[in-house]
Every structure is written in structure tokens, then in C-alpha cells.
């Protein structure tokens, strides 16, 4: 019980920052929360969610201040921004670090790294 008394103060003092600064939520919140849940992924699902929720109710109670028919534009250019970002990334890293941890492992430490990776994934997932 303690536990949810203190989760909900958190997001109160979480929120209280967000409508302050217009961030913050994620970083208040995950000061504590990761010693509060059973595991790191579930604090930042928590974290998540009720960000969501925080900026949710915030946007429902402007909804009328809101000038949507600018802001659907700039949200649609950065979501086709973001994307191609993240695609163009993940092709591009690898190729500019895969020849230097090549060089600087070896074959025998290149081995290990992929092996080490390939169990981390595993149990990770």
C-alpha cells in the first residue's frame, strides 16, 4: 500500500514539474520508480504510461486552445522525419562501427562480443 502512496506522490511531483517546464516527467519519475518495481522495464513502461496519461488530461483540458490545424502538420512531418531517421541509423551505425570493433577485438574477440550480444538479447527479450 505504501508503495502506490508513494508512486502516486511521484507522478504528482512528476506532473507538477511537467506543467512547470514542459518536460520532466520521465526524469522526476525515474529517479525512484526503478527501486520501486520489480524490474527496470516495468518502471519505464509505468513511466510511460503515465506520462501518457499526465499529457492526455493536459491536452483534453486545452483542447479549445489548440491550434490543430497547424499542429497536425508539424506532428506529421515529425513522425516521417523521426522514422526515416531511426531507419537511416540503424543501417548506418553498424557500417561505421562494425570496422573498428573488427579491428580493435581481433577474430577471437570479435567472437566473444557476438557471443556475449546473442545470450544478452536472449535474455533480455
Known amino acids: 500500500m505504501t508503495e502506490y502512496l508513494l508512486i502516486a ?28 518495481m520489480p ?8 513511466s510511460g504510461l503515465l506520462a501518457f496519461a499526465t499529457t492526455l488530461i493536459i491536452c483534453i ?3 479549445n486552445l489548440i ?3 497547424h499542429l ?26 562494425i570496422p573498428y570493433v573488427s579491428r580493435s577485438l581481433t577474430s577471437s574477440g570479435v567472437g566473444s ?3 556475449a550480444s546473442s545470450l544478452v538479447t536472449y535474455f533480455a527479450a
Open 9 to 36: 506522490l511521484l507522478a504528482v511531483g512528476a506532473s507538477f514539474v511537467e506543467r512547470t517546464t514542459g518536460f520532466g516527467f520521465g526524469i522526476f519519475i525515474m529517479t525512484v520508480l526503478p527501486f520501486l
Open 113 to 115: 562480443f557476438s557471443y
Open 72 to 97: 497536425w502538420l508539424i506532428l506529421g512531418t515529425f513522425i516521417v522525419v523521426s522514422a526515416g531517421a531511426i531507419n537511416v541509423l540503424v543501417l548506418l551505425i553498424p557500417l561505421i562501427t
Open 61 to 63: 483540458r486545452m483542447w
Open 39 to 46: 524490474s527496470y522495464g516495468e518502471a519505464t513502461t509505468l
Open 67 to 69: 491550434d490543430w490545424k
